[in-house]
């Protein structure tokens, strides 16, 4: 069997999940890779050709395999996301560090598009900036989602560190009432309370949709608000709406990031989320 990447004798065959099989060299796999599967007890040793049975897939063995030879390496970006996620998880697994790089930047950059992937493989592998970068994306999620791809420990983390949005939330629903006026010795309300009760309500559902965008709520919740609609206090109605909003915000500040939780550590703020 020949290998594609080069004409070196090959002396070790690769065989993917789905049953192919790949040339490749031994001295490459020993030099690139420092957790490489030992061709010694690959097969019986009246075996002229070590066969190597891995898990991964032919389009992960064959990336995998450009990147432990001294060529140019392969033009990530064309690569889908499906197969990085795979790739990822190999050259850590492996320990191919030529590629290791490479998957590192490419799942940091997609931890906004795909941030449970991203942040189940970044826990497994202790890349906690880029678990910060993806776990505020991921708060939405139902538990049974996040419990298939995080698994166990991950999993008691990822709780510990949702529930101070979610306690956040809980607490603002409790909307300010705005006080009475005193008309003619007698308490009117004011007419703002029923006006400002469908912009709040509006507010709090977007949260328990998407629990992150608490980080940007002072910015499109204040879009909400609608003009003051009371005769007697004008404008000054409009207040503790605010005051409503800048507390979520302060709130918001003091939610520690998953990296922290993680590891039981002290408390830190996370990096805002984009809106």
């Given amino acids: 069997m020949a290998c594609n990447e080069c004409n070196d004798k090959v002396d070790v065959i690769i065989q993917s999940s789905d049953g192919l099989l790949h040339g490749a060299h031994s001295r490459n796999l020993e030099l690139y890779s420092g957790a490489f599967p030992s061709t010694s007890f690959a097969s019986p040793a009246d075996c002229e050709v070590n066969i190597l049975e891995l898990t991964e897939t032919s389009e992960v063995v064959v990336l995998m395999l450009k990147y432990v030879h001294n060529r140019q390496q392969p033009n990530s970006e064309e690569i889908k996301f499906e197969v990085m996620v795979d790739l990822a998880e190999a050259v850590e697994e492996y ?94 309300p004011c007419d703002w309370n029923s006006r400002y009760q469908k912009p709040t309500l509006e507010i709090l559902s977007e949260l328990m949709k998407d629990p992150q965008r608490i980080h940007t709520v002072n910015t499109w919740g204040r879009e909400k608000i609608p003009p003051p609609g009371c005769d007697i206090c004008t404008g000054q109605s409009v207040s503790p709406m605010i005051d409503w909003l800048n507390s979520l915000a302060n709130k918001a500040r003091t939610i520690p990031a998953f990296s922290i939780v993680h590891r039981g550590g002290p408390a830190r703020t996370q990096p805002t989320p984009t809106q």
């Fill in 95 to 188: 320990q191919i560090y030529s590629a290791m790089e490479v998957c590192r930047l490419h799942m940091k950059n997609a931890a906004v598009l795909h941030p449970m992937d991203v942040l189940a493989w970044a826990a497994r592998h202790g890349y906690m900036e880029i678990a910060d970068l993806a776990a505020p994306g991921t708060l939405g999620l139902t538990l049974e989602s996040v419990w298939r791809s995080l698994g166990p420990a991950p999993m008691a983390s990822w709780i510990f560190y949702r529930e101070p949005y979610m306690q956040a939330i809980r607490e603002a629903s409790q909307r300010p009432e705005l006080p009475n006026h005193r008309v003619n010795n007698r308490d009117v």
